[in-house]
């Protein structure tokens, strides 16, 4: 099933304006343009809601990311 931006940004617990920004940033889940409208498949949503699953406060990925942008 698809589902337009603001239904996803619900599904996932986000607002739009941060859906939208990873979307802009290349961070969020998959998606697609049909024409002008973003749709997302509810599976892609799933599989990035597990892929962004942390166990704890910092991961090693998240201390890598920080890293970069105090070098900036």
């Given at each position: ?6 239904a996803?940004?619900e ?62």
């Amino acid at each position: 099933m698809n589902i337009r931006v603001r239904a996803a940004a619900e599904y996932v617990g986000l607002s739009k304006s941060t859906l939208d920004k990873h979307r802009h940033y290349g961070t969020g889940p998959r998606y697609y343009k049909l024409g002008r409208s973003v749709v997302y498949a509810v599976s892609d949503l799933d599989a990035w809601l597990v892929e962004n699953t942390r166990t704890g406060t910092w991961s090693a990925n998240d201390n890598r990311a920080n890293a970069s942008q105090v070098a900036a």
